[in-house]
Nanobody
Framework: QVQLVESGGGLVQAGGSLRLSCAAS????????MGWFRQGPGKERDFVAV????????YYTDSVKGRFTISRDNAKNTVYLQMNSLKPEDTAIYYC????????????????WGQGTQVTVSS
């Protein structure tokens, strides 16, 4: 069973950058599709980005395209989310999640979640 731990969140000014990391334990990491989701205050958990097991396919929600980049290093059991040109509306708790099989942006398809890391963007 894969376990996930996020890190890298914090407080940043608008226009700044952060890189989130999600470290996974367990040998099956390299076979999982990995997603990043976020949940703002009083909002549902929304899809941000996803990467297939071999890193050859990625997808993003429209609001982060061109600003965020998802990547993974299977040798390090880690998935990353590089966030540039941050906006106040990016403020949320960011979660990484894992699922076997095909790529998906639906959080209900993911059975393994980290505890989340807070990202706050000030204006």
């Amino acid at each position: 069973q894969v376990q996930l731990v996020e890190s890298g969140g914090g407080l940043v000014q608008a226009g700044g950058s952060l890189r989130l990391s999600c470290a996974a334990s367990g040998r099956a990491f390299s076979t999982y599709t990995m997603g990043w989701f976020r949940q703002g205050p009083g909002k549902e958990r929304d899809f941000v980005a996803v990467i297939i097991w071999d890193g050859l396919a990625t997808y993003y929600t429209d609001s982060v395209k061109g600003r965020f980049t998802i990547s993974r290093d299977n040798a390090k059991n880690t998935v990353y989310l590089q966030m540039n040109s941050l906006k106040p509306e990016d403020t949320a708790i960011y979660y990484c999640a894992a699922k076997p099989g095909i790529i998906s942006g639906n959080p209900h398809d993911y059975g393994i979640w980290g505890q989340g890391t807070q990202v706050t963007v000030s204006s």
